[in-house]
């Protein structure tokens, strides 16, 4: 069964460093996402993507984060400058035809920042 | 803004109860909803998608329901095993977004 996979499971980092978390969507989806989840709070939208545009995105999408599609294949979030409070689990998330149809979440990757 | 709402935040049932897990949400304008598992530390596992032209889905002991109207859904659980220790989210689309708000969750333990 196709599945949504992320790199990587467990991300390090100092405080100030930029990261890039990486997402294979499932192959033939057309819509994605990055949501996150500070430790025992709720899951929390960040972005959506189509078309290698944005489609929406939340107030904690600010400058210092950004999304790519460099090749087709994989979904990138990059965080420019990290901050003690971006840690938190980070989740892509892909949809098939529909905008509005069932979403498929990768396993997500815990960044820790310290 | 819109809220949703899980109810109870957690529960203790022993094994082989039938139970039901609450979702509320504020915005009625709502175009699909998925419930969702989360084990802990783990991702988000698709239990069942209901839009929102339908009233209910199924699958296997899962029941979920839909109720725009009074803003409620609920996901029903027969026969409830240890494996089925996990936290349940809700989340749903509403027209004219393209983002999932998710709930607060329910976290569940069954007993053995």
């Known amino acids: 069964e196709p599945e949504v996979t992320q790199t990587p499971s467990h991300q390090v980092t100092q405080m100030g460093q930029e990261v890039i978390l990486r997402c294979v969507p499932i192959?033939?989806?057309?819509?994605f996402y990055w949501y996150r989840q500070i430790l025992g709070q709720k899951v929390e939208f960040l972005v959506s993507?189509?078309?290698?545009?944005?489609?929406?995105k939340s107030e904690i999408f600010d400058d210092q984060f950004s999304v790519e599609r460099p090749d087709g294949s994989n979904f990138t979030l990059k965080i420019r400058s990290t901050k003690l409070e971006d840690s938190a689990m980070y989740f892509c998330?892909?949809?098939?035809?529909?905008?509005?149809?069932?979403?498929?979440f990768g396993p997500g990757t815990r960044l820790t920042v310290t | 803004k819109q809220e949703v709402t899980q109810i109870p935040a957690a529960l203790s049932v022993p094994e082989g109860e039938n139970l039901v897990l609450n979702c509320s949400f504020t915005?009625?304008?709502?175009?699909?909803l998925q419930w969702f598992r989360q084990d802990p530390g783990k991702g988000l596992t698709s239990l069942l998608l209901i839009q929102s032209s339908q009233r209910e889905q199924t699958s296997g002991r899962l029941n979920a329901s839909l109720d725009k109207s009074s803003g409620r859904s609920t996901l029903y659980i027969a026969a409830s095993q240890p494996g089925d220790s996990a936290t349940y989210l809700c989340?749903?689309?509403?027209?004219?977004?393209?983002?999932?708000?998710f709930g607060t969750g329910t976290r569940l333990k069954v007993l053995a």
């Open positions: 989340a749903f689309y509403t027209s004219g977004t393209y983002k999932y708000i």
């Open positions: 192959s033939n989806h057309l819509y």
């Open positions: 993507f189509y078309n290698n545009e944005i489609s929406e």
């Open positions: 915005d009625s304008a709502i175009y699909n």
């Open positions: 998330a892909s949809t098939g035809t529909g905008v509005k149809s069932e979403q498929y």
